[in-house]
């Protein structure tokens, strides 16, 4: 039986002219708050802001079937996807106004595999080291019991953020 979802997300650069001006931390609140847009993944795949502070996020997250592989479990792009993001939001959430992380190393264990019945997951991201223009993080996926699905470690490449005009998006 074939099954359709629809999603609608909102413009990724006048989202980013919102957040001008913005550290990672205040960018961060006003979306959990829903005063600024989240990025267009964040609707694609499902996830949410629930705790953000300097150096530590936790988002939301709840698996679908849409993200099934053919194992019968989330495929890991989609368990990577999310932690990747925590990271990335964990080291935002430490630069001023105008800087910006970019994922430049990426490493996923899987420890089970995540499943519609693992119910509503727990994404948690931490830096570990704050550096000027290389930063490094880690992250885990654990469910409300604290059972580890997967954990990860980045390395993201600090510089000058996305302006508001319009233009291609930066690409790792």
């Known amino acids: 039986m074939s099954r359709t979802r629809t999603i609608s997300w909102h413009d990724p650069v006048d989202a980013a002219r919102q957040a001008d001006g913005l550290t990672g931390l205040e960018a961060l609140h006003r979306i ?5 847009p989240p990025p267009p993944v964040a609707e694609l795949v499902g996830f949410r802001p629930i705790f953000v502070t300097p150096g530590y996020v936790v988002f939301a ?3 679908r079937e ?3 592989n053919t194992l019968g ?4 792009g989609i368990v990577t996807t ?5 990271m990335g939001c964990a080291i935002h959430s430490t630069l001023d106004a105008g800087r910006a992380p970019v994922t430049i190393e990426l490493k996923t264990s899987f420890v089970r595999p995540v499943k519609l019945t693992s119910g509503r ?16 993080a880690e992250a885990k996926l654990l469910d409300e019991d604290g059972t ?6 980045s390395s993201w490449l600090i510089h000058d953020g996305a ?9 790792a």
């Not at 994404?123 to 290389?134: D, I, K, L, Q, T």
């Not at 580890?148 to 470690?153: D, G, K, P």
């Not at 302006?163 to 690409?171: F, G, L, Q, V, W």
């Open 73 to 76: 479990a989330v495929h890991g």
């Open 32 to 36: 959990g708050n829903g005063l600024l």
């Open 121 to 136: 997951l727990r994404a948690e991201g931490s830096v570990v080291h704050p550096g000027s223009r290389v930063a490094t």
């Open 163 to 171: 302006r508001t005009e319009a233009k291609e998006p930066i690409a």
């Open 61 to 63: 997250y709840e698996p």
């Open 66 to 68: 849409e993200h099934y």
């Open 148 to 153: 580890l699905f997967a954990h990860a470690s």
């Open 82 to 86: 999310v932690l990747d993001t925590v």
